[in-house]
Structure formats: structure tokens, C-alpha cells
């Protein structure tokens, strides 16, 4: 079976977290207890706890008005008593610490194309963007880390490159802005969605840091109860180029 390459890992590696409301909240406080304590946490976003946001993130009453990486930073550093660091400007305006992961829990295209533009160079630290999305009851997670036009071949069964999430799901791109928080508005989200898609995150994450990750992308679907994957193999990298118009 074919696997993701884990070579971020042979020196220091950071996992950075882009987006901390629904999915990215959750994301966060697992991977204080899976990641080894010498690799780097750092997470990523703007936006300001609001009351809405309590019954479905991971936020409490006195969280309110101040912004959601620094909340959970300074909560997680002090529960786990490791170091997280965080930022308060928008991905475009971040650096994002090479070799290692950036998981994108973002819900608009805006977002993620900012994200492609900050990780243009991953593939060159083997590294890996894992981009996570959602619905009410659905959601997928992409990984990749390159452009179709410069995708390398397999390593024997070891991929070294993917395309990037948003050049296998391009219509990802045009995903409009929420005109309100989409925990404002209880019937476009489940109650649990947010964190059933955490833990897969989670398990992606878990298994690229081990070097057993044969996925390239992992559909959710709540309403039958499935989670449905797609394996990085010779087949499906090609179909994906073939859909952008690059050589089979």
C-alpha cells in the first residue's frame, strides 16, 4: 500500500493550525496530548470569541471578546504545560514554520487560498497541508502539499508529493464567505460534526507523524455513518491531474 512520506520528522517540526472556531478548536487541544513534546504548536486566527460561538466551539463565557488562538494558547499552554504559540493576523500575513504540518480548518474560499499562497513551498520540507472542511452532518479532509505541475512520482510505495487541496477539490476556492458565524445558524451545522471531524483530523495527523498514512483524502458522512477514503495511489493522482488539464 502506498504511504505519505514523514521526512518533516527527522529534524524539529511544527504543526501549525489555521482557523480555531468549530473544527480548529477541537483540532488544537488533541494534538497537545498526541504531538511528541519537542515539536512546535502554533496556532493561527483573528477572529474574536462571541457569544454565539459557546455552544458549539471550544470557548466559555469568559473567553468572550478576546481572540480565539490566544485563548486557547494560553489555556492549553498552562493544562499541558507545553508552549503554543499563536497569531492574531489573518494566514496571509503569518509566517508559517517549515518542515511540518499546516492543517487548515477554514470555511471559505478567501481563506484557503490565502493558506495555498503562505505554503506554495511545502513540498520542498516534505512537509503537508491537511485541509479540513464541513457541512451539517458531511465533511472531507484533503492532504497535499504540492502543484499538479511539478507532482513527483512515488518514491517506491512513499509519496513525497500531492497535489495541493485546493487544486484536487478547486471548486473549494469559490466557497463564499459566511455572511454570519455558521454557529449562528444551528441548522447548518450538527452538534456534533465539529468534532467528529476533529477526530479525523486527529487520526490523518497521527498517522503522517508515524509515516502510515495512505490517505489523500477521507469523506465524512453522518447521516449514514460512514467515512469514506480515497488512497494516494498512481490511479487517483492521475485522475485528479487529468481533471486540471496536466499529462496523465
Same mark, same amino acid.
Given at each position: 500500500?502506498?504511504?505519505?512520506?514523514?521526512?518533516?520528522?527527522?529534524?524539529?517540526?511544527?504543526?501549525?493550525?489555521?482557523?480555531?472556531?468549530?473544527?480548529?478548536?477541537?483540532?488544537?487541544?488533541?494534538?497537545?496530548?498526541?504531538?511528541?513534546?519537542?515539536?512546535?504548536?502554533?496556532?493561527?486566527?483573528?477572529?474574536?470569541?462571541?457569544?454565539?460561538?459557546?455552544?458549539?466551539?471550544?470557548?466559555? #463565557? $469568559?473567553? *468572550?471578546? /478576546?481572540?480565539?488562538?490566544?485563548?486557547?494558547?494560553?489555556?492549553? !499552554?498552562?493544562?499541558? =504545560?507545553?508552549? &503554543?504559540?499563536?497569531?492574531?493576523?489573518?494566514?496571509?500575513?503569518?509566517?508559517?514554520?517549515?518542515?511540518?504540518?499546516?492543517?487548515?480548518?477554514?470555511?471559505?474560499?478567501?481563506?484557503?487560498?490565502?493558506?495555498?499562497?503562505?505554503?506554495?513551498?511545502?513540498?520542498?520540507?516534505?512537509?503537508?497541508?491537511?485541509?479540513?472542511?464541513?457541512?451539517?452532518?458531511?465533511?472531507?479532509?484533503?492532504?497535499?502539499?504540492?502543484?499538479?505541475?511539478?507532482?513527483?512520482?512515488?518514491?517506491?510505495?512513499?509519496?513525497?508529493?500531492?497535489?495541493?487541496?485546493?487544486?484536487?477539490? #478547486? $471548486?473549494? *476556492?469559490? /466557497?463564499?464567505?459566511?455572511?454570519?458565524?455558521?454557529?449562528?445558524? !444551528?441548522?447548518?451545522? =450538527?452538534?456534533? &460534526?465539529?468534532?467528529?471531524?476533529?477526530?479525523?483530523?486527529?487520526?490523518?495527523?497521527?498517522?503522517?507523524?508515524?509515516?502510515?498514512?495512505?490517505?489523500?483524502?477521507?469523506?465524512?458522512?453522518?447521516?449514514?455513518?460512514?467515512?469514506?477514503?480515497?488512497?494516494?495511489?498512481?490511479?487517483?493522482?492521475?485522475?485528479?491531474?487529468?481533471?486540471?488539464?496536466?499529462?496523465?
Amino acid at each position: 500500500m502506498y504511504r505519505l512520506t514523514n521526512e518533516f520528522t527527522a529534524r524539529r517540526y511544527t504543526v501549525t493550525v489555521v482557523g480555531c472556531g468549530g473544527t480548529g478548536g477541537f483540532v488544537v487541544e488533541s494534538l497537545c496530548r498526541i504531538l511528541p513534546r519537542d515539536a512546535n504548536l502554533v496556532l493561527v486566527d483573528h477572529d474574536r470569541v462571541e457569544e454565539r460561538n459557546l455552544t458549539r466551539q471550544s470557548f466559555y #463565557p $469568559e473567553d *468572550l471578546g /478576546q481572540f480565539k488562538s490566544q485563548v486557547l494558547a494560553h489555556r492549553l !499552554a498552562k493544562k499541558f =504545560g507545553r508552549p &503554543v504559540a499563536y497569531s492574531t493576523l489573518p494566514v496571509a500575513m503569518t509566517e508559517v514554520p517549515l518542515p511540518g504540518l499546516v492543517i487548515g480548518c477554514v470555511d471559505n474560499g478567501l481563506a484557503r487560498r490565502d493558506i495555498a499562497r503562505v505554503v506554495k513551498d511545502i513540498y520542498t520540507s516534505r512537509s503537508w497541508w491537511v485541509d479540513a472542511g464541513n457541512g451539517e452532518n458531511y465533511g472531507q479532509v484533503l492532504i497535499g502539499n504540492t502543484d499538479v505541475g511539478t507532482l513527483l512520482l512515488p518514491d517506491g510505495e512513499i509519496y513525497r508529493g500531492l497535489p495541493l487541496p485546493t487544486t484536487q477539490r #478547486p $471548486e473549494l *476556492l469559490t /466557497q463564499a464567505p459566511k455572511a454570519r458565524d455558521c454557529a449562528a445558524i !444551528a441548522e447548518e451545522q =450538527g452538534p456534533t &460534526v465539529n468534532v467528529t471531524m476533529a477526530a479525523v483530523v486527529l487520526e490523518v495527523v497521527r498517522r503522517l507523524i508515524a509515516g502510515t498514512c495512505p490517505w489523500m483524502q477521507l469523506y465524512l458522512d453522518m447521516e449514514t455513518g460512514t467515512l469514506a477514503p480515497v488512497l494516494a495511489t498512481p490511479e487517483t493522482v492521475k485522475s485528479v491531474r487529468k481533471r486540471k488539464g496536466g499529462k496523465p
